[in-house]
C-alpha cells in the first residue's frame, strides 16, 4: 500500500440514503449519513422523493464529512462516488455533484460500483476486524440484491448466483408488512424472532437450480398462511407474533446457507465474507459462527455501519482504484444497472 497518504472523499447515494466519508489511505476519517425518513409512511422507497431529499442532503453531509475528518477541501487527492446500480434519480444527485466538486478542485474522479463497494468495505482498516484473505466468497445481502461472488482480487469478482426475483431484504420487508409492521419491517422480524420458535410453523423453500435464489414464493407462502390462520383466529398475529418471525428468519436463513455450502462444496473456498444491510441480521450472523465451528469455515463480517448503503465503502474502493490510477472522465453517467 501507498506510503504517502491519500485522502478520498466518497459520495454514496444509490437508494434512499445520502453518505460522504473521507478516508486516509484504508482508514476512515469520517462517514457521515443522513438518512431519509420520509419513505416510511409509504411502506417503502419512493424514488421521486429519494432524489429530492439526495439534493437537500448532499451539501451538508459533505461538508460535515470534511468538518469530522479534520482537514479541507484543498487536502483531497480524489472523489470517488457511486455511478450504480441503483435507482437513477439518486444516482445522478451523487454522480452531477462529484463531476463538479472534482471539476472545481481539479482532482480525479473515481467511478465506483456499488455492488464491488459492499465486498470490499471488508478491506477497511479497523482495529480488532480481520480481511479477508483472497480467494474468497462473498455474499451480498440486501434490500435490493442476494448475490455469491467468487472473489480472487480487489477486482477480479465473478457472480456465480443471485436472485431470479426478490432479494432476500424485500423478503423479510414483505413478510413484515403481511405481518402489519411498519417500514422497514425486517430488524422488526429480526427482534421478534429471538423471542419464538423457529421451528413452530414450517415454511417451504424453493426450490432452485444451482446457485441461485428465490424468494417470491415465500413470501405468497406467508401471504396464504396468515390469511388462513386470521381468518380462523383473528388474533392468530397478535398471539403467534415471535413464533411466526422466528419461523419465518429461520426458513430466510438456511435458504441462505444452504446455497453457501452448495457454493463452497462447488469452489472449494471455505472463506466467506458477507456484506448488505441484511447481515446485519443476527440470525445469519449466528448461521455463520455456527458455519465456522460445523464446517471449518472462516467468516468475515465488517462492522455493522459498512453494512448498510454508506460512502466509507465507496471510499475503499476509491483508495484501491486511485493506487492503479484508475480515473474516470467528465463524460462519467450513473447507471441504473450494473454488472460487476
Request: one cysteine or more.
Amino acid at each position: 500500500m501507498s506510503s504517502q497518504n491519500i485522502y478520498i472523499l466518497a459520495i454514496e447515494s444509490s437508494c434512499d440514503d445520502t453518505s460522504a466519508a473521507v478516508l486516509c489511505n484504508d482508514k476512515v476519517l469520517s462517514n457521515v449519513v443522513a438518512t431519509q425518513k420520509i419513505h416510511e409512511q409509504y411502506g417503502g422507497v419512493v424514488p421521486e422523493l429519494a432524489s429530492r431529499a439526495h439534493q437537500q442532503h448532499i451539501v451538508p453531509v459533505i461538508d460535515q464529512a470534511i468538518k469530522q475528518a479534520g482537514i479541507t477541501k484543498k487536502d483531497l487527492h480524489a472523489i470517488a462516488f457511486t455511478k450504480g446500480p441503483g435507482l437513477m434519480g439518486s444516482l445522478l444527485v451523487g454522480t452531477s455533484f462529484a463531476k463538479s466538486l472534482a471539476l472545481a478542485l481539479n482532482i480525479p474522479l473515481i467511478a465506483v460500483n456499488h455492488m464491488q463497494a459492499h465486498i470490499l468495505a471488508h478491506f477497511i482498516k479497523e482495529d480488532g476486524y480481520k480481511t479477508p484473505q483472497f480467494p474468497f466468497l462473498a455474499m451480498t445481502i440486501s434490500g435490493g440484491h442476494t448475490q455469491i461472488i467468487e472473489v480472487r482480487g480487489y477486482f477480479d469478482m465473478k457472480v456465480i448466483g443471485e436472485t431470479i426475483d426478490d432479494a432476500v431484504g424485500e423478503a423479510f420487508d414483505k413478510s413484515a408488512k403481511i405481518l402489519g409492521f411498519p417500514y422497514p419491517g425486517g430488524p422488526l422480524i429480526d427482534k421478534y424472532a429471538k423471542l419464538g420458535n423457529p421451528k413452530a410453523f414450517p415454511f417451504t423453500k424453493p426450490k432452485v437450480d444451482g446457485l441461485n435464489f428465490s424468494f417470491s414464493g415465500l413470501k405468497t407462502g406467508v401471504l396464504y398462511f396468515i390469511q388462513k390462520k386470521v381468518k380462523e383466529n383473528p388474533d392468530f398475529i397478535t398471539t403467534n407474533r415471535d413464533d411466526i418471525c422466528a419461523s419465518i428468519q429461520y426458513t430466510i436463513v438456511n435458504i441462505l446457507t444452504d446455497k453457501l455450502k452448495k457454493a463452497v462444496k462447488q469452489t472449494g473456498i471455505t472463506q466467506i465474507a458477507i456484506g448488505g444491510g441484511v447481515s446485519a441480521n443476527s440470525g445469519i450472523r449466528e448461521a455463520l459462527q455456527k458455519a465456522e465451528q460445523n464446517w471449518g469455515w472462516t467468516t468475515y463480517v465488517p462492522k455493522f455501519e459498512y453494512t448498510t448503503d454508506n460512502a466509507a465503502m465507496i471510499g475503499i474502493v476509491g483508495y484501491l482504484k486511485y493506487l492503479n490510477k484508475d480515473f474516470t472522465d467528465m463524460s462519467v453517467v450513473a447507471k441504473a444497472r450494473m454488472k460487476f
